[in-house]
C-alpha cells in the first residue's frame, strides 16, 4: 500500500444532530447509553454478549459465551440453537402469528403478502420437500432464485434442518454457478425457470443447466415456476416446487443445533481470481444480526421496513431475512429494477405499503439523482421515519440529496459500514444517538473495537489515513473461509498482527468519527458489489485472443466504479467487433455484474523491471489523470506514452 493512494480529499462540515421526535421513541436514545454499552462491550465482550444473547430462543443454554482468540474463535459453545426457529416459531406464540413477515411485490406488479404463520407453514413444508430429496443435516444447498418469498423460504428451510446454504445471486452466470456448486459440494439447488428484471427474464434455470455439465455433486433440481416461461426438466433430476410442495407434511421440528453450526457460506470476491466462500455459524450470527437491526434501524412492531437489497447479497441475508424476521418485523421485498415501469417504482412502493425505514445503497441514489426529482417528488413519502445506505462510500452530494428530498430533513440517516465476512453493520450512526457528518459512518457499534493503524499495527492520530482494523473479536465474524482455513488466516490476519483486516483505507477525524477511503486492495466497489480485479483478468485471459490483461477501476458516476480493461492480444489490433466479443466473454464467465465499461487494446502494459504491472499508472490513464509520483521504475516509457496518445 502507498501512502499517496489513501491521501484523503473531503472536506465536510456539516452535522446534523438525531431530530428531537425520533431521539424521543428511540431503541437507544442517549449518549451515555451508547457510552456505557460501548464500554462494556469492550471490558467485558462476554458478559455484554451473553447477556444480549438471552434474547434468542436457546434450546440448550451455552457453557461458554466465547472460546479463543482471533482468528479462532467460537462463541456460545454448548448452547443449542435454531435460526429457523428464532426467526419464526417462536412468534407463533404471540400475537404476531397473524403479522405480516413478508410483503412481497414482483416486478410486473403481482403482491403477495405472508404473515408469519403462513412463512412458518411454507418454510415447514419445504424443509420436508428438502429431506425427501436427500438434504441432511451439515449438506450444501444451494440457492440459485430471483429475489421472490421461496428465496426466503427455502433459506429458512436449510437452516431449519441444519443444512447449510450457499445462495448465488441471480446475476451470476452459469460458470459462477458451477464454481460455486463445486467449491461447496452442494447436493441440491433450488432455482427458478427464470425472474423479472426491467421487463425481461433473467434465464436462471438455463444457466443451472449448464452449470450442472460441470458440477457432478448436484443430485437434485428444485425449480420455481416464476415466469412461465419454457424450460427443460430432466426427468429424475428436475422438479417443480409446486409438484414437490402438494403432498407434504407442514410439520417439522427445527433441528437442535450448535452455536457454531455452519448457517450459511456465501462467495465473495477477493484480491486473487478464485471467489471466497464466507463461512458465518448459527447463534453468533444471529445475535449480530437481530441486535444490530434494533439498534441502526430502531425497529418497532409497526415499523414497514424495506431494505432494496437482493438477498444473494450479505446484505439481504441479514437485512432482508435473518435480521428483520428475527425481531418479528415486517419485511417488504422487491422483486425488480427501480427504474421498472418507470424511474417512479420505489417511490411508489414506499407509499402503497407506508414503508418507515428504508434502507438502499449510494449507487441506486445516485441514479434516482440522474433521473430527477420529479420522480421523488410525485410521490407521498411521510411515512418514512429512518434512512439507511450501504455498500461503498456514500458522497456528500447524493447524502444531501438523500436526506432533503427522500427524508424531507427529518429522516436521520444511518451510513452503516460492513462486510460480506463481518456478518452484521459494525460502524455506524444509532439513529436516535449519533449526530451525523455527510459521507462518515462514524463510530463503532456497541461491541465493536476498531482502530485506523499502520500495517504495524499503530494507531494513527485524527485525519491520518490508514488501515481500519478490528481489534476484538464479535459473535457474527466469520469462522474461516470454505475448505481452506489457511487462506482465512492468511487473508484478514497477516496484514495487521493480532487485528482482523479485510481491505478498507479509513481516516478518524477530531471528533472521532470514521471515514471510510475505500479498498486498499485489488478489490473493486461495481455498484456497491465487490469484484476482484484478478477475476475479470482471469476471464478476459481466458479468451483465446488475448496474451495478456490488467483490469483497474476507474470513478463513475452511477456505479461508483467502473471497469477498465487493459488488453494485450496475441496478434494483430483490436476491433470493435473483438471488444464486444470479449465484454460477453466476461459476461458469460461472471455475469452481468462484471461488465467491462471500457476495453483498451494496448501492445503492451506498463511494467516493473521485475514485471509487475503497475496498476497505479492504469488508474490514472482510465481516470483521465495525469500520472504524479514515481515511474522511474517502469521498464518501458514508451507503453505510457503510448497509452496516452489512444487518449487523445
Ligand atoms: O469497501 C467497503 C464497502 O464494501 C465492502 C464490503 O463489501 P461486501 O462484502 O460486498 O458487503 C457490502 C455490504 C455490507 C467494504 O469492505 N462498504 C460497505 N459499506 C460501506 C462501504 N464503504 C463505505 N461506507 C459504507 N457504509
Redesign the pocket.
Known sequence: MSSESIQSTLQETRSFAPPASFVSQANISSVEQYQQMWQRGKDDPAGFWGDLAAELHWFRKWDTVLEGEMPNTKWFTGGKINASFNCLDRHLTTWRKNKAAIIWEGEPGDTRVLTYQDLHREVCKFANVLKRLGVRTGDRVTLYLPLIPELTIAMLACARIGATHSIIFGGFSADAVADRNNDAEAKVIVTADGGWRRGKEVLLKQAVDESLKKSPTVQKVVVVRRTGMQVHMMPDRDYWWNDLMSDVSADCDAVELDSEHPLFILY??GSTGKPKG?VHTTGGYLLGAMMTSKWVFDLKEDDTYWCT?DIG???GH?YVAYGPLCNGSTVVMYEGAPNWPDEGRFWDIIEKYRVSVFYT??TAIRAFIKWGDHWPAKYDLSSLRLLG??????NPEAWMWYHRMIGAERCPIV????????GA?M??PLPGVTPTKPGS?TQPLPGVVCDIVDKEGNSLGPNEGGLLVLRQPWPSMLRTLYGDHERFVQTYFSTVPGCYF???GARKDEDGYVW?M??VDD?L?VA???LSTMEVESALVAHEAVAEAAVVGFPHDIKGEGICCFVTLKSGDGSEALERDLIQHVRKQIGALATPDKIRFTPALPKTRSGKIMRRLLRDIAAGRESVGDTTTLEDLSVMAKLREQEE
Not at 451510513?415 to 463481518?422: H, I, S
Open positions: 465473495t470476491s464466507v437489497a447479497w450479505i446484505t441479514s445503497a449510494p445506505s450501504v455498500g461503498e462510500p456514500i451510513d452503516t459500514w460492513w462486510q460480506t465476512e463481518t453493520i460502524l455506524s459512518c479485510a481491505g478498507d471510510i475505500g479498498r478489490v466497489n456497491g458489489h465487490r
